[in-house]
């Protein structure tokens, strides 16, 4: 009778426990949102990136569980929080790519293409960078990184540069792929200066990372919060520490420019904007966003001048809602 009445109030505190969670992510969806959302309805409860196609009005977004979506914006679709919810499109699923995960994407405007970063995220024994076109979704190239013969490798995100040429990170072994604008493998970038002193805080190591318009790469490294600055226009890629004041960057994800002075990094919390007087020498914290608690942000991009964040997981069932929250920074 002891054994009994002790399980059950074990059962009955369990379930207070673990309702509470449940209760505070209920709340927090039916709760107006403080700043511009756009919600779209997914086949899928994980996505990982998320980019502004202007051109073509509408976000593309990654499936962890492989493949690449688009939602539509309609010209008339207004800035109300309260505006009808959006739909994802499924516009690249590729059979030769099944059973492993889009990750970070980037558009590559002049090329009318979109550049994907392919990885098997639980065995890190593929790794690939595939390119598609963007009016047809033909797949241009796919390029293997990293097969089960190497050493374990996690490709994570992509940037591009004027010249076509795609830099992957890999965050398992901290290291940058450089793949031809023709999709041929060229080099890969290493760096003591990637590798954090503690050995946890390589667990998650490169992750996102963006091309400035000056000729370098600006990367996060994401447990230890280092961000670096890579001249790509130098034949050794020369890396550099950028010191960054008014705040830790541990934890940072996904990287967008705002302009060639200010970066948005997402992650945990959602966003943080750094600004660089110095061609990104050095940089600060300048401001922050407090997104939604219960969601994780991943990526940024901007569209019309306004800060998007993705956020990972999805809400619903059987419909799975997402939420692309707008990033409004305050000191």
Known sequence: MAFSLCSTK???????????????????????????????????????CAKWDDLN??????????????????????????????????????PALAGNSSLGIVV????????????????????????????????LFLTILAGPDNEKAFADDVAVDAEGNAYVTDAKSNKIWKVGADGKFVSFIRNPLFIAKEWYKNLIGLNGIV????????????FSGMLYKIDVTKEDHEVKLIKVAGGSLAFGDGLELLSPTKLVVAGNPSGRLLESLDVWETASVVAKFKGPAHRLASAATVKDGRVYLNHILGMGYPKKQHALVEAVFSI
């Open 108 to 139: 590559d405007r002049p090329r009318n293409r979109l550049l994907v970063a392919i990885s098997d995220v639980l065995g890190n024994k593929y790794n690939a960078l595939a390119a598609y076109d963007l009016s047809t979704w033909d797949r």
């Open 57 to 94: 009005r509408r976000f593309l977004v990654s499936f962890i569980e492989g493949g690449i979506g688009e939602i539509a914006v309609p010209e008339d679709h207004g800035s109300s929080s309260e505006e009808a919810v959006l739909k994802e499109v499924t516009v690249v699923k590729d």
């Open 10 to 48: 074990t059962l009955l505190l369990f379930f207070l426990i673990s309702a509470i969670p449940v209760a505070f992510i209920i709340s927090s969806e039916l709760a107006k949102p403080p700043t511009h959302v756009y919600h779209y309805h997914s086949s899928g409860f994980f996505r990982e």
């Open 211 to 222: 091309y400035h318009p000056d000729g370098f790469l600006i990367v996060i490294h994401t």
